[in-house]
């Protein structure tokens, strides 16, 4: 009998293996509207079934809530999945909307130690910096992770949206198995600097929101009118007024590949970004997030979609047409400070 799982790979040069996708669990609890938390708990199975491994939480989805969430499908599964969580970002509690950035070591210990609670795990496999305080030298912050890792609480660090110089630094101290950072049809800012070094210093890449947070997947076009209140989505400048209207034209050679290939325009916009692995010669691993079975099993499926050079070519000027920023406040992104 063939295996119908995932092909496998290796996160950087001394990373976890890990199936060739990931799964995004934020939208499990926060972000993206109420979701169906009993499908969400099965989609979580389905997706190991299908040989995913890597599950993508953070400790500021949901104020915590998040690796609540996933702790018991960690813990029915240790040895076979790979958690990876990440500190950095928190919010004042009379403030929820508010986003306060710390890098420094005292806070990294209280986060870890906060994260292996509501995990319920002893260690956590990746370790990310989730975002980065420009105050805190890089060195202090991945020293104080590195530290972790020789007291046995995380096996691997990770890196998100830091620029190549960043990174430079952060690997000078302490291997790096990952950066995860925005990258799709649609946020390709990454592949002027932060790609190459990620290549040459054996860091694999993890794109976060791989579906443009849903946008590319043509289920919703403008999120003013589409998404509900409590949507993050409301507050991005790519998705509301006239630049959701202006980038919902954009998904038109994606429908032309999808057509040809007779799959969903999802599964497009996740095999183009699989294939960057092959394009650019170095480790790629998407996650992208869902909270439904079905569609975990269409995603899963576009890792054995290949785009042709014709189709590559079709879908290459996209971006360059994308109207709006990937986030209200741009310096919280390596685009930003690169
Ligand atoms: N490091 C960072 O700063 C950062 C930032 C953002 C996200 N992340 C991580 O990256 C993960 C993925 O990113 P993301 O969730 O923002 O964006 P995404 O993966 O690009 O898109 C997720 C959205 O697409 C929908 N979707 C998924 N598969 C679909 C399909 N086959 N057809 C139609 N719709 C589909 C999901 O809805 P349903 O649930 O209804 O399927 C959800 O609304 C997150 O879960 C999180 O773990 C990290």
């Known amino acids: 009998m063939t295996d119908s799982r995932i092909a496998r790979v290796r996160l950087g040069d001394d990373g976890p293996e890990v199936g060739v996708q990931g799964l995004g669990c934020m939208g499990m609890s926060w972000a993206y509207g109420p979701p169906d938390a009993e499908e969400a708990r099965a ?13 993508d939480t953070a400790d500021a989805y949901g104020a915590g809530e998040n690796e ?15 958690i990876a969580t990440k500190f950095a970002i928190s919010a004042p ?19 870890v130690e906060a994260s292996l609670k509501r995990l319920d795990v002893d260690v956590i496999d990746l370790y990310y910096m989730h975002r980065r305080d420009v105050n805190v030298p890089i060195e202090e912050t991945v020293g104080a992770m590195a530290e972790l890792v020789r007291e046995g609480k995380v096996r691997h660090l990770g890196l998100s949206e830091v620029t190549a ?7 000078a101290v302490h291997p ?4 995860q950072s925005e990258w ?24 976060y929101s791989p579906l443009g947070r849903g946008f590319l997947t043509g289920s919703f076009s403008n999120a003013d009118t589409d998404l509900t209140d409590q949507d993050f989505r409301r507050t991005m400048p790519r998705f509301t007024g006239e630049n959701a209207a202006a980038n919902q034209r954009l998904l038109d050679p994606i429908r032309t590949v999808a057509g040809a290939h ?10 183009w970004v699989q294939q960057q692995a092959a394009v650019h010669g170095f480790p790629v691993v998407p996650i992208p997030g869902t909270t439904r079975r079905s569609r975990v099993e269409e995603n899963v499926a576009a890792t054995r979609i290949v785009l042709t050079e014709e189709e590559l070519a079709l879908l290459e000027p996209i971006v ?3 109207a709006g920023d990937r986030y209200p406040d741009m310096t919280f992104a390596s685009a930003g400070r690169e």
Request: aromatic share 6%; net charge positive; hydrophobic share 45%.
């Open 176 to 179: 790096i198995a990952a950066v």
């Open 165 to 171: 110089g960043e990174l430079r630094a952060a690997r």
């Open 93 to 111: 509690p009379d403030d929820p909307m508010k986003r306060v950035i710390r890098n420094d070591p005292p806070y990294i210990r209280s986060c």
């Open 262 to 271: 007779g799959v969903s325009l999802a599964q497009i916009a996740l095999s």
């Open 320 to 322: 360059a047409k994308v």
């Open 43 to 55: 989609t979580l199975e389905r997706a190991l079934e299908l040989g995913v491994t890597l599950y």
């Open 68 to 82: 609540r969430f996933l702790s018991p499908f960690f813990k029915a599964h240790r040895d076979e999945v790979v």
């Open 184 to 207: 799709s049809l649609f946020s390709r800012d990454i592949e002027a600097n932060v790609v190459p070094a990620a290549k040459e210093l054996g860091v694999a890449l993890v794109p």
